[in-house]
C-alpha cells in the first residue's frame, strides 16, 4: 500500500468518525424554543374600549358598599337570606346608551359615565318585590335611580325571582325531612335512607302566575359521576312560595307511575304491598352508567397547536385586534358572552353581538320530565362559564383570561381562566385554486380564524359559546352542545318520549333553542333589510324561438316592515337576507351583509300554551326590528318563574314600523331535536350538534379582503416552488423548527364553587 492510498484512506476515517460525532451529539438534542416576536399594534384606541367593559372586583365592591349605606334598609348577605330578607341579588356593568357611545367613540364627546345595575331582592317589605337601581358614577358612587318601572312599565313581583342557592338548599333540607318518613320504602326501592340521593330541580314552578311550586326528581348519587343518568322513580312537588320557610311544604308525590299526597302515604302503600317497587341496587363507581372515567392508559400526544413566533393577535384591556379586526368583548352573568364594536379594517361593522337565552323544553312521561322548560339565562350562563382546561377545552397555548361576577353575594367571585381567544388552523384551504390549462399555476390561502371562547356548565348541560373571524370579512357564531342528557325513570309508554339508554333510564327528547342579539351597523347606522331567491322563468330560446328554457333568475326584494321581516321557525326564508347600506360598492350594489343560518330546530311551543309569550322569540328564526333603547334584550331572567306573566314580552317588538333606512337589530334563533340515544352516554358529543349563523360580506366590498392577507400563496411551473421566494410554505421547516413553550398545566376551576 503505497503512501497516497493510505492518506486517502486515513481523509476517509477522519470524515466518517466527525459525521459520527455531529450524530451523536445532536441526537435527543431538544429543539430551541420558539422565540416570541413582539406584536405591533394594529391601532390604539386610547382605552376606548373600556366604555363597554365588564365591572372590576373593585368596582363591586364599591356598589355594594354604596347600597349598604344608602338604601336605609336592612340588607343580608344573599348567600344567607331568607326569603323574608332584604338581600342584593346580584350587580353588573349598565352599559351607556348607544347613542352616548358613539358621541364618545366616533364624534370626540366626552366618556359616558361608567354605571352599574344592581339587582335586590325586597323581602322584608309590605309589598315584596324585586327592585333594579343604576348605581353611579363608578368608581365612586354617589347616586342611584330605581328603573324598575321605567324598564318593565311596574315592579317585579317577588315571585318571579330567580331561585337562589340559599333557597335550593332550604328545600333539600325539606325533602329530607320527608324522606325520612318512608325509611322501608327507601331501602327496598333504592338501598338508601335518602341522604346519598341527588336532588335536581325543574321549572317553571307550577301552572299560574303567583306559584312558587316545584318538581324536584331523585337520582342515585356517586361521587365522581353525573348522578343524571341514575333515576330512581321518586319524584317530589314542592312548594315554596312563602316567604317563611317553616310553612313550606311537600305537596305531592310521585314514584313509578303513580301518585301520593306524601311521603307517609307512600309508605303505608309500600308496606300494605300496594304498590309496585323496581328495585334498584346502589350504583358502584367503577360500574355505574355514565362514568367518564378513562377505560385505559394515555396514549401518545396528539396534534399539538402552537404559534412558532407568538400570537399574531393581540389583547389590551378587554379589546383583541388581529389582521384587520377589532373586537371589544365581556360576559353578563346572566345572559353570557357580549361582544361590542366589531370592526373591520376600521369600519364598524356590528355594534353588539349577544347571547340572550338558551332554552331547553323537556319532554317525559314522569312529572319533572313533562314540565321542564329551563330558561338558562335565569340560572345564569356567564355565572357559571367555568375555568377552561387548557389542551382540551380550548389549545394549550390559547390567552385565557379571568372573568368577575357578583351573584348571590356581597362579595365578588373570580371564574379564572374562563374565556379563552386563540387563533385556529382549520386545515382547510380559505380558498384554492390549481390551474391545469392556459397556465399553470397554484394560489390558495390557509382557513385561519382568530376564536373567542367561553363554556357554561348549566346543571347537566355544557354549551360551547364560539365567535369566530375570519379573513375573509366574515364572522362565525356557533354553540355546541356537549355534557349529560336529562332523563327520567323508565315506565310504561317511556319511550314515546325518547329512547332507553340503561337499566331503568330513559333519555328524554328535548329541545335546544338559542337566541342572539346582532345589533348590526353596515358602513354606518341606517340600513335597510334586502331578500334575494332563485326562481325560474320559462322563455323562449332567442337561438331557437320553437324552444324554450327554464332560466333562473335573481328576485330582489326590500322588506319595508318589520311584519315582513319576521320569519317564523321552520317556514321557508330567503336564502339571501342582507342588512343594505345605501352606499354602494365599486360595481354599484348596497354594500351589505348577509345573515346565514344553520339550524336544525324543532318545533316551537304551540302559541296556544299560557307560558309561549315567554319565549316568544323563539317563533322566529329571524326577526329584523327597529333598535330601541328601551329594548336591549329578548327576555328577562324573571320570566322562568312567571312564564304565565312574563316580564318582557319579544313578540311586542314586532309591530310593523317601517325598517327601511333605520338602525336595525336581527335577532336570531338556532336550535336542534335531540332524542337521546345509547351513544349520549356517558355523553353527548359535539360531532352533529352544532348550529348557528355567518354575518358574511356581500358586496360590502369590492373583492375579497383576504387578498391582502400576509399567509397567501402563489406560485406558477416557472417557479422554482421549493424556494421561499416564490412560496412561503417552503420556508416552514426553518421557521418553525422550534419547541412550543409550554406553560405548566395548572387548574383551579373547582376552588370557587
Given at each position: 500500500m503505497n503512501?497516497?492510498?493510505?492518506?486517502?484512506?486515513?481523509?476517509?476515517?477522519?470524515?466518517?468518525?466527525?459525521?459520527?460525532?455531529?450524530?451523536?451529539?445532536?441526537?435527543?438534542?431538544?429543539?430551541?424554543?420558539?422565540?416570541?416576536?413582539?406584536?405591533?399594534?394594529?391601532?390604539?384606541?386610547?382605552?376606548?374600549?373600556?366604555?363597554?367593559?365588564?365591572?372590576?372586583?373593585?368596582?363591586?365592591?364599591?356598589?355594594?358598599?354604596?347600597?349598604?349605606?344608602?338604601?336605609?334598609?336592612?340588607?343580608?348577605?344573599?348567600?344567607?337570606?331568607?326569603?323574608?330578607?332584604?338581600?342584593?341579588?346580584?350587580?353588573?356593568?349598565?352599559?351607556?346608551?348607544?347613542?352616548?357611545?358613539?358621541?364618545?367613540?366616533?364624534?370626540?364627546?366626552?366618556?359616558?359615565?361608567?354605571?352599574?345595575?344592581?339587582?335586590?331582592?325586597?323581602?322584608?317589605?309590605?309589598?315584596?318585590?324585586?327592585?333594579?337601581?343604576?348605581?353611579?358614577?363608578?368608581?365612586?358612587?354617589?347616586?342611584?335611580?330605581?328603573?324598575?318601572?321605567?324598564?318593565?312599565?311596574?315592579k317585579v313581583p317577588y315571585h318571579r325571582r330567580p331561585v337562589t342557592s340559599k333557597e335550593y338548599v332550604d328545600i333539600n333540607t325539606l325533602i329530607q325531612q320527608e324522606l325520612r318518613k318512608a325509611p322501608r320504602f327507601l331501602d327496598a326501592c333504592c338501598e338508601s335512607n335518602g341522604t346519598d340521593l341527588a336532588i335536581l330541580t325543574t321549572a317553571p314552578r307550577g301552572f299560574k302566575s303567583g306559584d312558587r311550586t316545584t318538581w324536584f326528581v331523585l337520582f342515585h348519587g356517586v361521587a365522581g359521576t353525573g348522578y343524571y343518568l341514575s333515576p330512581v322513580g321518586l319524584e317530589v312537588l314542592v312548594e315554596h312560595g312563602d316567604l317563611h320557610v317553616s310553612c313550606w311544604r311537600l305537596h305531592q308525590v310521585f314514584y313509578n307511575g303513580q301518585y301520593f299526597a306524601s311521603m307517609g302515604d307512600l309508605e303505608d302503600a309500600f308496606v300494605a304491598n300496594l304498590l309496585e317497587v323496581i328495585r334498584i341496587k346502589k350504583p358502584q363507581p367503577k360500574a355505574v352508567l355514565g362514568s367518564m372515567r378513562p377505560r385505559h392508559p394515555p396514549g401518545s400526544p396528539g396534534p399539538l397547536q402552537y404559534e412558532p413566533q407568538g400570537p399574531r393577535y393581540s389583547i389590551r384591556d378587554n379589546r383583541i385586534t388581529f389582521q384587520g379586526w377589532s373586537i371589544t368583548f365581556g360576559m353578563n352573568p346572566n345572559s353570557g358572552p357580549r361582544l361590542f364594536d366589531i370592526r373591520y379594517r376600521g369600519e364598524r361593522i356590528v355594534y353588539e353581538l349577544s347571547l340572550q337565552e338558551a332554552l331547553a323544553l323537556y319532554s317525559s312521561n314522569c312529572p319533572g320530565g313533562m314540565s321542564t322548560r329551563y330558561l338558562d339565562g335565569s340560572f345564569g350562563i356567564g355565572r357559571f362559564a367555568y375555568e377552561l382546561v387548557r389542551g382540551l377545552d380550548c389549545p394549550y397555548t390559547a390567552t385565557y383570561v379571568d372573568r368577575h361576577y357578583l351573584a348571590e353575594s356581597e362579595t365578588p367571585k373570580t371564574n379564572q381562566n374562563s374565556l379563552c381567544i386563540f387563533?385556529?388552523?382549520?386545515?382547510?384551504?380559505?380558498?384554492r385554486h390549481f390551474s391545469d390549462s392556459q397556465s399553470l399555476y397554484y394560489g390558495g390561502l390557509q382557513k385561519k380564524t382568530l376564536v373567542i371562547r367561553a363554556i357554561s356548565t348549566l346543571i347537566n348541560y355544557d354549551y360551547i359559546w364560539d365567535f369566530m373571524f375570519h379573513s375573509s370579512g366574515a364572522v362565525e357564531v356557533q354553540v355546541h352542545a356537549t355534557g349529560y342528557i336529562s332523563s327520567s325513570f323508565l315506565h310504561g309508554r317511556g319511550t314515546d318520549y325518547g329512547n332507553r339508554v340503561g337499566p331503568h333510564t330513559l333519555g328524554t327528547m328535548h329541545l335546544h333553542h338559542i337566541h342572539y342579539k346582532v345589533d348590526l351597523d353596515v358602513d354606518g347606522q341606517l340600513n335597510s333589510l334586502e331578500t334575494q331567491d332563485m326562481e325560474y322563468e320559462l322563455v323562449k330560446d332567442p337561438w331557437s324561438m320553437q324552444n324554450t328554457i327554464e332560466r333562473p333568475y335573481l328576485r330582489r326584494e326590500r322588506l319595508e316592515r318589520e311584519d315582513e321581516a319576521?320569519?317564523?321557525?321552520?317556514?321557508?326564508?330567503?336564502?339571501?337576507?342582507?342588512?343594505?347600506?345605501?352606499?354602494?360598492?365599486?360595481?354599484?350594489?348596497?354594500?351589505?351583509?348577509?345573515?346565514?343560518?344553520?339550524?336544525?330546530?324543532?318545533?316551537?311551543?304551540p302559541t296556544s300554551s299560557p307560558m309561549e309569550r315567554s319565549i316568544s322569540w323563539g317563533r322566529y328564526q329571524l326577526a329584523v326590528t327597529r333598535r330601541k333603547e328601551e329594548e336591549p334584550t329578548s327576555t328577562s331572567i324573571y320570566n322562568q318563574n312567571d312564564p304565565w306573566t312574563p316580564t318582557i314580552v319579544f313578540a311586542d317588538f314586532i309591530n310593523n314600523e317601517t325598517i327601511t333606512n333605520e338602525d336595525l337589530v336581527a335577532w336570531i334563533s338556532v336550535g336542534f331535536l335531540h332524542v337521546p340515544h345509547a351513544e349520549d352516554v356517558p355523553n353527548t358529543?359535539?360531532?352533529?350538534?352544532?348550529?348557528?349563523?355567518?354575518?358574511?360580506?356581500?358586496?360590502?366590498?369590492?373583492?375579497?379582503?383576504?387578498?391582502?392577507?400576509?399567509?397567501?400563496?402563489?406560485?406558477?411551473?416557472?417557479?422554482?416552488?421549493?424556494?421561499?421566494?416564490?412560496?412561503?410554505?417552503?420556508?416552514?421547516?426553518?421557521?418553525?423548527?422550534?419547541?412550543?413553550?409550554?406553560?405548566?398545566?395548572?387548574?383551579?376551576?373547582?376552588?370557587?364553587?
Open positions: 503512501m497516497k492510498t493510505v492518506l486517502v484512506l486515513l481523509v476517509l476515517a477522519l470524515a466518517t468518525i466527525f459525521a459520527l460525532v455531529c450524530v451523536l451529539l445532536t441526537r435527543g438534542r431538544v429543539p430551541s424554543t420558539c422565540q416570541h416576536q413582539p406584536r405591533e399594534q394594529e391601532d390604539t384606541d386610547d382605552s376606548q374600549s373600556l366604555v363597554f367593559a365588564d365591572l372590576t372586583p373593585e368596582e363591586m365592591v364599591q356598589v355594594v358598599r354604596y347600597l349598604q349605606g344608602n338604601l336605609g334598609v336592612q340588607l343580608v348577605d344573599a348567600s344567607r337570606a331568607k326569603p323574608s330578607d332584604n338581600c342584593i341579588a346580584s350587580v353588573d356593568v349598565q352599559v351607556p346608551a348607544k347613542a352616548e357611545v358613539l358621541r364618545f367613540l366616533d364624534g370626540g364627546g366626552a366618556r359616558p359615565p361608567r354605571e352599574a345595575l344592581a339587582v335586590l331582592y325586597f323581602g322584608n317589605q309590605p309589598d315584596p318585590n324585586v327592585t333594579e337601581y343604576v348605581v353611579g358614577p363608578l368608581p365612586t358612587p354617589a347616586y342611584h335611580r330605581d328603573v324598575t318601572v321605567q324598564k318593565y312599565g311596574g387563533e385556529h388552523d382549520a386545515a382547510l384551504p380559505l380558498r319576521a320569519f317564523l321557525l321552520n317556514a321557508p326564508m330567503p336564502r339571501y337576507v342582507s342588512f343594505a347600506s345605501p352606499k354602494p360598492n365599486k360595481w354599484g350594489h348596497p354594500r351589505s351583509y348577509r345573515i346565514q343560518i344553520t339550524s336544525f330546530a324543532g318545533e316551537h311551543l358529543v359535539t360531532v352533529g350538534n352544532g348550529i348557528g349563523f355567518f354575518l358574511r360580506p356581500y358586496n360590502y366590498f369590492d373583492e375579497d379582503p383576504s387578498v391582502d392577507s400576509p399567509d397567501s400563496v402563489y406560485f406558477s411551473s416557472e417557479q422554482d416552488a421549493r424556494a421561499c421566494e416564490a412560496n412561503p410554505l417552503a420556508c416552514l421547516p426553518p421557521a418553525v423548527a422550534c419547541a412550543p413553550h409550554l406553560p405548566p398545566f395548572h387548574y383551579g376551576g373547582f376552588l370557587n364553587l
